[in-house]
């Protein structure tokens, strides 16, 4: 089984080639063993590159600990790169099918920009009454914090602080991520502080991966999340653990673009 490590402002990830390569029937234990940092290659997400009947590819995304994800906007900026790079397609715009519907990617230089989709305010990934939620008092881990929830084709909750300090991205992220009362499929979870109009800093902890370098769509979401509390403009660069992207929340067409790198790492057989 040939796979390639690539990462995204160092959420990293191992890409599989399923259109030329078959997959093994039990999936979550084949991811676990490939995201497992100590036996197995290592990794934030697992990548599997299928064939689509409705877009140029598809995307499998599952987590290190073997569960499925709907999308991943560092993922589908690697998946972009490794298919025009090993040559599977001739396109530098692409459309590619996820559990969230079609994602389009776009080749740009040595950048990768992404068409995210339009924001989502209301839906069943959380019990949160109202229309929106959007700077609601939220009691966990023995503090009320201030909480926006926005789907980007999966769920995530987003917090603005002053310090984003350990105790609260290590201590609080995986509470909020497995409140199965609040998030019946869990959630990840955005620590966000305003440097300016145009700038915010980033701290996330996925679900099912924990504390990562960056999110692409945890990313999105925090743009929208900074807009609706006011703190931002619409265009902004967020800092990430990892590296820098550039978010635009489009009022024109409600869409939400990304642009960040996508960078290969090496290439790798697996013995067994």
């Avoid at 009454?129 to 881990?141: F, I, M, S, T």
């Avoid at 991520?177 to 966000?192: A, G, L, Q, S, T």
């Avoid at 820098?244 to 996508?262: H, I, K, S, Y």
Wanted: proline share 4%; charged share 25%.
């Amino acid at each position: 089984m040939r796979f390639t490590k690539m990462h995204g402002c160092g959420n990293d990830f191992v890409v599989v080639d399923a259109i030329h390569q078959s997959l093994p029937a039990d999936m979550a234990a084949f991811c676990r063993h490939l995201g497992d940092r100590h036996f197995g290659v290592g990794c934030d997400q697992i990548l599997i590159v299928a064939p689509s009947t409705v877009a140029d590819f598809q995307m499998l995304i599952f987590n290190s600990d073997g569960s499925k994800v709907e999308m991943c906007g560092n993922g589908i900026r690697c998946l972009a790169r490794y298919v025009v790079d090993k040559g599977l397609t001739a396109k530098t715009k692409l459309e590619v099918e996820t559990l969230a519907g079609i994602i389009r990617p776009e080749i740009v230089g040595e950048l990768v920009r992404v068409d995210m989709g339009e924001p989502v305010l209301r839906t069943k990934d959380w019990t949160w009454p109202g229309e929106r939620v959007v700077a609601q008092p939220y009691e966990v881990g023995g503090r009320t914090i201030p909480v926006t929830l926005v789907s980007m084709g999966n769920p995530h909750c987003v917090s603005f602080h002053e310090d984003l300090d350990d105790a609260l991205v290590l201590g609080i992220g995986p509470q909020i991520e497995n409140d199965r009362k609040h998030f019946p499929n869990r959630v990840n979870v955005e620590f966000i502080r305003r440097r300016s109009a145009t700038e915010l800093d980033m701290r996330v902890w996925e679900r099912g991966a924990g504390e990562t370098l960056a999110c692409g769509t945890g990313a999105s979401a925090s743009c929208v999340a900074a807009v609706l509390n006011g703190l931002t403009e619409r265009k902004v660069t967020i800092h990430l653990t990892g590296g820098d992207l550039e978010l635009e929340w489009r009022e024109a067409d409600n869409r939400v673009f990304m642009t960040g790198p996508a960078t290969t790492v090496f290439e790798g057989t697996l013995a067994d």
